[in-house]
């Protein structure tokens, strides 16, 4: 009997153009992460960190679409600043407010909250120590905020916040935060206050300078581990370490023959244990001895006692049989992952983000390939790509559009089947999403949604749907 896929960890303001879906008057929030107006239906929070408010460029936003059952649009959204009412602190130049996203419930009141990173946020006179805010969720959306602590020791250029995930990782049943930056590493443990207090707040050690971090549970205890992978001398696919829940105490595991940097965390091969997915998209080189020719992803199947660090993962790139394309240099296969159950079939599939490929003539274009779970674990058994030259994909396939840069599997239209949410970093200079709706027969381009940064008013650089919340 196949069980069901683990749901795993790890986004009103002046941009406000139309009247937003509220959670009816009596109705309880839907308590599901990712849900910030407590409707039922997931909202995709995207991040616009080269937003340019009046006249301080890529100062920053976040752009929030809400989910319905028809799935998102232009004209259902948010658009969130530092100067957006009740949010903390003031939008200034080069502070890339929304570079880093993260959902879940922090205040316990049953709609989702989404934390967000501002990791060139300066502080006085020191630039770019990283700060991060809590966007709260209530009926009517996402709307003030209140700043977590920042450690006293932050430096200059610290880029604090460049990566943060939520999720309950002592099985506790409240959702707690961690956030990375080039010298600290910082866990929140929930419930946080709307003043921004937590539980506690504990610095995380035996790291090295980490800007990457995602969540899931991997030994099936309902407690998320933590996965920080960080680029080290001597091992440039990535150094892969968590810290896992004894029920007592965190400690630190490592995975020394895994490598990548991107990463996320389902339950692929139906055991009930979430398995580790891994991107490793640098090609080979005479500093980098791992890896395949335009780029990789790894398969470490959890466990008990999380994945065993002995055993054989299954690695998959563009040569390998049944694989869709062919591994050129510089397709960066594998530079953004994706992980939810698309066909409804009780197995975790995985998309997989290729924004440099080139597609025909045009030049680093992108692409996302769907590969899916099964019994037996990840295949390519059905494996398909999608360019935007593809039938029924909105768009076209163009020179620097880098369309995957950046990839979500969630479940939209609550259909339960998980829809593809792909940002084009590139399209047009300033960035775009496109959705693709989950079906029992895979993805389907009918219904498909493209939504592009001026469509929903972001303005100066963009950048884009270059993240988006999990």
Known sequence: MRKRVLLLAATLSAGLLTALPVTPAGAAPSRLAGDFNGDGYLDLALSASGHQVGSAEQAGAVVVLYGSSSGVSAGRRSVITQNSPGVPGTAEQGDLFGQSLAAGDLDGDGYSDLVVGAPS???????????????????????????????????????????????????????????????????????????????????????????????????????AERVYPFLVDGDEGGDVRYFTWTGAKYAMKSLPKADGLPGSIADVNGDGYGDLVLGDPTDPGADKKSGHKGGQISVWYGGPNGPDPDQTPTVIHQDTPGAPGAAEAGDMFGSSIGTGDIDGDGYADVAVGTPGEDVGHATEAGAVTILFGSGSGLTTKGARTYTEDTAGVPGAAEDWDQFGQSVRLTDINDNHKADLVTGAGGENGYGAVTVLRGTASGLTADYARYIGARDVSVKGSGEFAWAIAQ
């Not at 932050?154 to 939520?166: H, I, K, R, T, Y």
């Not at 999720?167 to 443990?189: H, I, M, N």
């Not at 995380?204 to 309902?222: K, P, W």
């Open 121 to 223: 946020e300066s502080i006085g006179d020191r630039d770019a120590v990283g700060s991060a805010t809590v966007l709260w969720g209530g009926k009517s959306g996402l709307s003030g905020g209140a700043l977590l602590p920042q450690p006293s020791t932050l430096p200059e250029w610290g880029d604090f916040a460049s990566a943060v995930a939520v999720a309950d990782f002592d099985g506790d049943g409240k959702p707690d935060v961690t956030l990375t930056g080039r010298t600290q590493t910082r866990l929140y443990r929930g419930p946080v206050t709307r003043s921004g207090t937590p539980a506690s707040n504990l610095g995380v050690g035996e790291l090295g300078s980490t800007r990457e971090v995602f969540a899931g549970d991997l030994n099936g205890d309902r407690a």
